[in-house]
C-alpha cells in the first residue's frame, strides 16, 4: 500500500531520513518507535507529501506520489501539534472540513466526535480548548472521512486514560476492517494490545522493522517494551 524507498531528507547537515525503505500493507497496524529526533515525524510527513525528500520514492498503491497528490484523500492524517483557524468553534472546524470535501460520495464517520463528547463542545473556540481536547479533534478529524489509511503521530499524548482507550478502541475496529493504521509512539505499553509490526528508527535510520510475533519470539519477551529493549540490546555493540 505504501512503499518508501532510499529515502533520504536533510536538514542542513542533520540526515533526518538516512536512506530509510520501508512496506507498508492493508491490515497492518503498524507502531513507529523511536527517540525524540529520531526522524518519526519526519517520515510520516514525506508520506503525506507534506516534507519533500531529497532523494528516493515513495509509492502509494503502486503510484509515485511525486506525481499525484490525489492519493492524499484515502490518508486520515492526525498531526502531533494540531493546528486550526483559533477563533473558529469547533463545529465550524468540522463544517469547513466537511465542506471542502461535500463534493466526495463518503460516507462520513462521527462515531469518535460523538464518544469524545464534541457535539456537546461544538459552541466552544478553539482558543479556549484545553491540549486534551484539541487532540480529540486531530483525532476525529482523521477518521471523519472514513481513509483506508491512517497515520497517527503521538495519538494518546494529551489525552487522559478514558478518551485514551475510546481512541484505541476505534483503531482497532477500523484495523479489523482492514486498513493500514500508522501509528508513532514513544509510549509502548499503550500500543502492546493493537499493533501488528514494529519500526524502530534512530538517528533517521530504520534499525528494524518486526513483525510483533517474530519480535516476541526472538526475544522470548512478551511485553513490547522489554522485547525492543532486548533487540536493541542485541543490534548496538
Ligand atoms: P521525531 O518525530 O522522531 O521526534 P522528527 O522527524 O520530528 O523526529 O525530527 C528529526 C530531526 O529533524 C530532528 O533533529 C529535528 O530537529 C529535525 N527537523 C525536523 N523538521 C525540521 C525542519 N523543518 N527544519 C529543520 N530541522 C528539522
Ligand atoms: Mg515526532
Same mark, same amino acid.
Given at each position: ?19 530509510? !525503505? ?14 525524540? #529526533? ?87 473556540? @478553539?482558543?479556549?480548548? !484545553?491540549? #486534551? ?67 524502530? @528508527? ?17 526475544? #522470548? ?17
Amino acid at each position: 500500500m505504501i512503499t518508501v524507498t532510499n529515502v533520504k531528507k536533510n536538514f542542513g547537515k542533520l540526515a533526518a531520513l538516512d536512506n530509510v !525503505s520501508i512496506q507498508c500493507n492493508r491490515r497492518e497496524c503498524i507502531a513507529l518507535i523511536g527517540p525524540n #529526533g529520531s526522524g518519526k515525524t519526519t517520515l510520516i510527513k514525506s508520506m503525506l507529501g507534506m516534507v519533500v525528500p531529497d532523494s528516493g520514492t515513495i509509492l502509494f498503491n503502486q503510484k509515485n506520489i511525486a506525481h499525484d497528490w490525489k492519493y492524499r484523500k484515502h490518508i486520515g492524517y492526525m498531526p502531533q501539534i494540531g493546528r486550526y483557524p483559533e477563533n473558529m468553534t469547533i463545529g465550524q472546524v468540522f463544517d469547513m472540513m466537511k465542506s471542502i470535501r461535500k463534493d466526495e460520495s463518503i460516507q462520513l464517520d462521527e462515531e469518535l466526535y460523538v464518544e469524545f463528547g464534541l457535539d456537546k463542545l461544538s459552541d466552544k473556540r @478553539m482558543q479556549t480548548l !484545553s491540549g #486534551g481536547t484539541r487532540q480529540k479533534v486531530s483525532a476525529c478529524l482523521a477518521f471523519l472521512f472514513n481513509p483506508d489509511v491512517l497515520i497517527l503521530d503521538e495519538p494518546t499524548a494529551g489525552l487522559d486514560p478514558v478518551a485514551s482507550e475510546i481512541l484505541k478502541e476505534k483503531i482497532n475496529r477500523e484495523k479489523e476492517k482492514g486498513k493500514l493504521i500508522l501509528i508513532t509512539s514513544h509510549i509502548l505499553s499503550e500500543l502492546d494490545d493493537l499493533v501488528t509490526h514494529i519500526i524502530f @528508527m534512530q538517528d533517521g535510520k530504520l534499525k528494524f522493522h518486526k513483525p510483533i510475533d517474530a519480535l516476541r519470539s526472538e526475544t #522470548g519477551e512478551i511485553k513490547l517494551s522489554k522485547a525492543i529493549a532486548s533487540i536493541m540490546l542485541k543490534t548496538t555493540p
